[in-house]
């Protein structure tokens, strides 16, 4: 895990308030005296995270972007109070240091957590880990059961059974997202109406309730330093909830490109699973539903590719409608244009393909009368 860059200057805020604050907050937290170096992590381009290295210990500090937000998204206390409570429970979650939501200490709530020491994957795995295919396969797997022990969860157990709002997940997320893509929509992006009627007219009932991460990726993953095929660390809870296992399976493999993936894919890819080793998504997804007792095939799995797809093109919309008020220059948030231009011409090939595949079934049928 790097130590992060320079913290850029529209995302700065006064160190010395931060550093007396948590003095005054987290009295019972060793190492906190002086002021702390801080860099920023810019690998993602939602919340903002910080690097705070003291002279005896580093923490994390996480706060929410400037300008305008979506409702309900970027809640500290929410996401701070998820990790304590799931802690108890999951070793893989980083304990929660102090929680502030007085905005004047450094311009807006943040919370602040310990770092977990070991490795975050990018775009590629790094050379210097020596991992061969068969370590990239292990690694692959242990990700997927990472994701398993998420889902099976005891939510009542953790303190968390509060963030259920009880059958209809999936009803409510294809209408929610649906409404956020409507509001964050501008002028130089697709419209994503014929897939926005897909979903909703496809769209099936809940498998399950359990806790779902809801962003579950390999940059949100801390690897064992000493054994880069263990996850150590989960991060990122900004959108944790009680829902359908499926529609976070489906968020995950939207990211899941491969080796044989369209050349647009490959250049917009932001995780490894391109790797030799790597499972294909068509593996993943059954290696994952094995693993849960969850039947699956190709077309009922069609609706949980799109929506996670599109899904994805929300967020990136979302981020990109920053840049494009020109709240934000981080040229992250407006390379997020061409992220959601190719998502729509996705889930509209995916939805086309799924069309030819039903008419070609009902042939078949009509056939074998």
């Known amino acids: 895990m ?28 060793p190492g906190l005296d002086g002021v702390p170096e801080v860099r920023q992590f810019t690998g993602g381009a939602s919340n903002l995270t910080y690097l705070l290295r003291y002279a005896g210990r580093d923490l994390i500090l996480r706060r929410p972007p400037s300008g305008t937000k979506a409702k309900g998204a970027h809640d500290m206390r929410r996401e701070s109070d998820i990790q304590a409570s799931l802690g108890r429970v999951l070793d ?7 929680y502030c ?3 004047s200490v450094i311009g807006s709530e943040f919370y602040v957590m310990e770092r977990i020491d070991g490795t975050i994957l ?17 690694l692959c797997r242990n990700a997927l059961d990472t994701l398993v ?70 940059d949100n993953l801390v690897l064992d330093p000493a054994d880069p ?10 959108m944790a909830t009680v829902g359908d296992p499926l529609m976070d399976l489906g ?36 290696y994952y539903c094995a693993a849960m007792g969850i039947e699956m095939d190709a077309r009922r799995w069609a609706f949980y590719e799109v929506f996670g797809l599109f899904r994805l093109a929300v967020i990136a919309q979302q981020i990109y409608l920053r840049s494009y008020r020109g709240e934000t220059h981080n040229p992250k948030a407006k390379q997020m244009r061409w ?8 889930c509209r090939w995916l939805i086309a393909r799924y069309r030819w595949q039903e008419r070609r079934a009902g042939s078949r049928a009509k056939g074998g009368r």
Request: glycine share 8%; no cysteine.
């Open 149 to 218: 022990a998420l889902h099976s969860v005891d939510v009542e157990a953790a303190g968390l059974g509060h963030l259920s709002r009880g059958p209809g997940y999936v009803e409510r997320q294809v209408s929610g997202w649906s409404a956020r893509l409507r509001k964050a929509r501008t002028p130089d992006v697709g419209s994503f109406d014929s897939t926005m009627a897909w979903l909703a007219e496809h769209q099936p009932d809940d498998v399950a309730q359990v806790l779902i991460h809801n962003d579950f990726r390999f």
């Open 101 to 103: 939501g007085d905005e």
């Open 339 to 346: 992220l959601v231009r190719y998502l729509d011409l996705r």
């Open 2 to 29: 790097s130590d992060g860059s320079p913290v850029r200057d529209e995302d700065a805020f006064d160190v010395e308030a931060l550093a007396q604050w948590l003095r005054d907050n987290a009295s019972g937290e």
């Open 251 to 286: 968020g995950a493999m939207a990211y899941w490109i491969e080796a044989d993936s369209d050349p647009v894919a490959k250049r917009l890819r932001l995780q490894p699973t391109h790797e030799r080793g790597m499972l294909g998504r068509v593996e993943a997804v059954r």
């Open 229 to 238: 095929t263990r996850v150590v660390g989960i991060l990122d809870w900004e």
């Open 92 to 98: 893989t979650v980083p304990r929660i240091v102090a």
């Open 122 to 138: 990018r775009r590629d795995i790094p050379d210097s880990l020596g991992m061969t295919s068969e370590d990239v396969n292990l």
